[in-house]
């Protein structure tokens, strides 16, 4: 590991911690931001449950979902009026076997047949860093791409996908859209044909996440939100303030 790697996590695991927001990351190349990442997952002692993917400038790009922030619908979060988080509605894909990295590349009917199946999902976004411009790429990287807690519906086999997402706060639409790179698999089949993290890749029961399909939208405390796509269960969190009883 890099000497950058480690001071890197070092500042990551401090600002965990509520300490340290004065220290920006030392400059990374984008192997170090992934050792970033390796690192902290071995000092928070967690094992990946997934992966939040996305197509950055052309280049795919890949953060570890810790298998503790991964939640099923229905769940509370805590949530710090002062530093809000946002959120995102999302595709989740749950891989049936491993998608190792290889020299010939991987069709999409190939990722088609390695989905055991289909979830409504929300990215809870809470970058400790900032995010670009104001932060730089790697630093956000180093950060998994600013994944603070993944919600997952139930879910079906991968048949048709849906092609856009409904938000709802309190039963009242707020946003929608279609994912930005139209096929929501297009992160995965490119992450699956360039893998560069330090993690082992794309596991088997793992969850995979590809992108919002709607533009982020800032918690509301004591807000319940609702992601609905066509043909599928429906995801649900709610939020509340940090430091109140959580009553389930």
Not at 156 to 176: I, K, N, V
Request: net charge negative; aromatic share 6%; hydrophobic share 45%.
């Amino acid at each position: 590991m890099s000497h950058n790697a480690v001071l890197s996590a070092d500042i990551l695991m401090a600002r965990r911690q509520g300490q340290g927001a004065e220290k920006a990351l030392p400059a990374l190349t984008i192997d170090e931001a992934y050792e970033v990442q390796a690192i902290v997952i071995a000092r928070l002692a967690e094992t990946v449950g997934g992966w939040k993917l996305a197509i950055v400038d052309g280049t795919p790009a890949a953060a570890p979902l810790a298998a503790r922030t991964v939640l099923q619908s229905g769940c509370r979060l805590a949530c710090d009026p002062a530093a809000p988080f946002k959120i995102e509605t999302e595709l989740g894909f749950r891989l049936r076997h491993d998608l190792p990295a290889r020299p010939n590349a991987y069709s999409r009917d190939e990722i088609v047949a390695a989905i055991e199946s289909v979830h409504a999902s929300f990215e809870i976004v809470g970058a400790r860093l900032g995010e670009p411009p104001d932060a730089a790429f790697t630093a956000f990287l180093a950060d998994n791409l600013g994944n603070a807690y993944t919600v997952v519906a139930s879910g079906c086999p991968c048949d048709a996908l849906p092609q856009r997402a409904l938000l709802h706060r309190q039963g009242t639409l707020c946003a929608e859209g279609s994912h930005p790179n139209g096929d929501p698999l297009a992160p995965l089949l490119a992450y699956a044909n360039r893998q560069a993290d330090a993690l082992g890749g794309l596991k088997q029961g793992q969850l995979i996440i590809t992108g919002s399909f709607n533009k982020a939208v800032p918690v509301t405390i004591d807000s319940k939100f609702e992601g609905v796509f066509e043909g599928l269960a429906p995801v649900e969190v709610t939020f509340f303030a940090e430091g109140h009883a959580s009553c389930r």
